[in-house]
Nanobody, 121 residues
Framework: QVQLAESGGGLVQAGGSLRLSCAAS????????MGWYRQAPGKQRELVAT???????NYADSVKGRFTISRDNAKNTAYLQMNSLKSEDTAVYYC???????????????WGQGTQVTVSS
């Protein structure tokens, strides 16, 4: 089995920074794209940022220039550095990844359980 575990969420004042981590564990053969999504109360889950295995990145317009996604392939971990946080960034942040297990070698999509980010104004 494979698990994704997020960490690094918390309460921060507007203008502050947080760094989220997403560690994949289990019988992992390879990881393709990884990404971060978020869901605010009463709203649909939305894309925040993605990163491919070749380190190509994509960001939602609302976070461009403030958030940076990165990954450490040796650690099977993705990161989301969030700067200049705004109250509208308040949400549960979820990690997502396309992972191929050692056996069977099926590519599947996985979600973490989420970590709360609260930005106070």
């Amino acid at each position: 089995q494979v698990q994704l575990a997020e960490s690094g969420g918390g309460l921060v004042q507007a203008g502050g920074s947080l760094r989220l981590s997403c560690a994949a564990s289990g019988r992992i053969f390879s990881i393709n794209a990884m990404g971060w999504y978020r869901q605010a109360p009463g709203k649909q889950r939305e894309l925040v940022a993605t990163i491919t295995s070749g380190d190509s990145t994509n960001y939602a317009d609302s976070v461009k220039g403030r958030f940076t996604i990165s990954r450490d392939n040796a650690k099977n971990t993705a990161y989301l550095q969030m700067n200049s946080l705004k109250s509208e960034d308040t949400a549960v942040y979820y990690c997502n990844a396309d992972i191929r297990m050692t056996f069977p070698r099926t590519l599947r999509n996985y979600w973490g359980q989420g970590t709360q980010v609260t930005v106070s104004s």
